[in-house]
T-cell receptor
Framework: AQSVAQPEDQVNVAEGNPLTVKCTYS??????LFWYVQYPNRGLQFLLK??????LVKGSYGFEAEFNKSQTSFHLKKPSALVSDSALYFC???????????FGKGTRLHILP | GAVVSQHPSWVICKSGTSVKIECRSL??????MFWYRQFPKQSLMLMAT?????????EQGVEKDKFLINHASLTLSTLTVTSAHPEDSSFYIC????????????FGPGTRLTVL
């Protein structure tokens, strides 16, 4: 069965510093991997995805993520954090054969001014 | 990009009443839509998979008689919470799968249900 782990409930980063939000996954085949962001009382906003190709994926709002097959990881990164990046971030995985997207429990990102 | 809407965005109802939530794919046809539930400060949990023209497939532990799903057209799926109780209060999010090569899912903005 597929699963996603986000080991950190919360990450605090000073504005201007680089940020990393961790994600590891488990699927039976090749994965589709996603990052979404959620602001309070709002739905999910798509940030980026990995399906195939380059391991470094660039997405919205300056975010990027690196697919590492050997470590089964897909960490979200940004070189310079903004206060407006403060939100709840979800990593998600879907195997190529199936339909279901499984979400991690989420990581709350606090960017400190 | 593909857009999915939900209506209403929020609803308050009395205990014992039924509430219908609509999920629409605005610029693409979706044979498959998904319904998720999110409790405060928790992740999204898949409730059911909605297939156009056929019965929905419910995840384990989700009461099909409580959460009625209808997918009558390629652009509309509805979730009806029957005889709602305060414990049904939650954030409900739908997604729609497109016809592209990767069968991507696009998410609606969510509906906040509060049962008094």
């Amino acid at each position: 069965a597929q699963s996603v782990a986000q080991p950190e409930d919360q990450v605090n980063v000073a504005e201007g510093n680089p940020l990393t939000v961790k994600c590891t996954y488990s699927v039976s085949g090749n994965p589709y991997l996603f990052w979404y962001v959620q602001y309070p009382n709002r739905g999910l906003q798509f940030l980026l995805k990995y399906i195939t190709g380059d391991n470094l994926v660039k997405g919205s709002y300056g975010f990027e993520a690196e697919f590492n097959k050997s470590q089964t990881s897909f960490h979200l990164k940004k070189p310079s954090a903004l206060v407006s990046d403060s939100a709840l971030y979800f990593c998600a995985v879907r195997d190529m054969e199936g339909d279901k997207i499984i979400f991690g429990k989420g990581t709350r990102l606090h960017i400190l001014p | 990009g593909a857009v999915v809407s939900q209506h209403p965005s929020w609803v308050i109802c009395k205990s014992g009443t039924s509430v219908k939530i609509e999920c629409r794919s605005l610029d693409f046809q979706a044979t498959t839509m998904f319904w998720y539930r999110q409790f405060p400060k928790q992740s999204l949990m898949l409730m059911a998979t909605s297939n156009e023209g056929s019965k929905a497939t419910y995840e384990q532990g989700v009461e099909k008689d409580k959460f009625l799903i209808n997918h009558a057209s390629l652009t509309l799926s509805t979730l009806t919470v029957t005889s709602a109780h305060p414990e049904d209060s939650s954030f409900y999010i739908c997604s729609a799968r497109d016809w592209g090569p990767y069968n991507e899912q696009f998410f609606g903005p969510g509906t906040r249900l509060t049962v008094l």
